[in-house]
């Protein structure tokens, strides 16, 4: 059965993928900063089938640490999803620390986790192994005011070629680019509706809109070194 390791499972997109596997009888192993009720729920649910490991801060080396403290292996499929959306700081010293974070979350913590993957794989147990990570339309378009964010999806869409040529033919590595699928509560009505109107769908999709592109990335083994953007037609109105 596949084991899958998720990055920022403790809410939205990284919830639903925990639900939408275990309910599948996949073995999920869920990193997040801190463990919560939905993620205590969902292992009471389905107590074989869900491990919680908590990285506080995601730096890459408490992420080894973490994985190796769990005793985490044999794992299949790697879904880099940790991220964190933040218009650039003002203050100088402070867009410092960070674009140093983003640069954490985005590039350094995708790149660990899939070096620390490629060595645990074994092609002469699994058919083949699968890496995932969520980018953004705004590494091609950044979004205004957020350098920090847009430059360090770009830097993971690199990282993802990059990946797929060194650990081919036995991982595939792709990345999703979502466009305005799930509003965070912050943004308001407003906000909503000028993002909206420029998407040819007009229309907030909800996390199904990636789980479909995730299990059509993992269904086709002829797929690797691509992005899939899934942002009802934004980045072309952009
Ligand atoms: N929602 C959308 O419309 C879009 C989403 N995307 C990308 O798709 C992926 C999933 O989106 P979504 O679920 O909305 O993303 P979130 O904003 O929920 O972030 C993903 C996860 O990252 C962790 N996280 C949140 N804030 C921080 C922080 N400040 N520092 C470190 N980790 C943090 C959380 O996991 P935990 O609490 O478990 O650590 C969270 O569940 C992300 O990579 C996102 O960039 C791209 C474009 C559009
Ligand atoms: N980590 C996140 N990244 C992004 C989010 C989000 O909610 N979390 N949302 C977007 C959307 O494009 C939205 O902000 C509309 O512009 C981009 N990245």
Redesign the pocket.
């Known amino acids: 059965m596949p084991h899958i390791l998720i990055?920022?499972?403790?809410?939205?997109?990284?919830?639903?993928l925990v639900e939408h596997f275990v309910v599948q009888g996949y073995q999920v192993t869920?990193?997040?900063?801190?463990s919560?009720l939905a993620?205590q729920d969902l292992t009471h649910q389905f107590p074989a089938h869900i491990n919680v490991i908590e990285?506080i801060?995601?730096s890459p080396d408490s992420a080894l640490q973490v994985l190796q403290d769990a005793g985490v292996k044999n794992v299949t499929v790697l879904i880099?999803?940790?991220?964190?959306?933040?218009a650039d700081k003002d203050n100088q010293q402070d867009a410092q620390a960070q674009f140093m974070?983003m640069y954490k979350?985005?590039m350094a913590l995708p790149a660990t986790l899939s070096h620390w993957f490629a060595e645990q794989f074994n092609p002469a147990a699994f058919k083949e192994g699968v890496i995932i990570n969520?980018?953004?339309?705004?590494a091609d378009n950044p979004k205004p005011q957020h350098m920090y964010?847009s430059a360090t999806?770009a830097g993971l869409e690199n990282l993802t070629k990059s990946l797929a040529k060194q650990l081919a033919p036995a991982i595939r590595v792709n990345s999703?680019?979502?466009?305005?699928?799930?509003?965070?509560p912050e943004h308001s009505k407003g906000e909503q509706h000028a993002v909206l109107k420029n998407s040819l769908s007009g229309v907030?999709a909800g996390?199904a809109a990636?789980l479909k592109t995730v299990d059509y990335i993992l269904d086709n083994a002829f797929v690797s070194g691509t992005a899939i953007t899934v942002?009802g037609g934004r980045s072309i109105v952009l």
């Open positions: 990055s920022g499972a403790g809410r939205r997109f990284g919830l639903a869920a990193m997040t900063r801190e919560n993620l990285c801060d995601y880099n999803n940790a991220s964190l959306f933040e974070n979350v985005h969520l980018t953004d339309i705004y964010y999806k999703i680019k979502p466009g305005a699928i799930k509003f965070l907030e996390f990636l942002d």
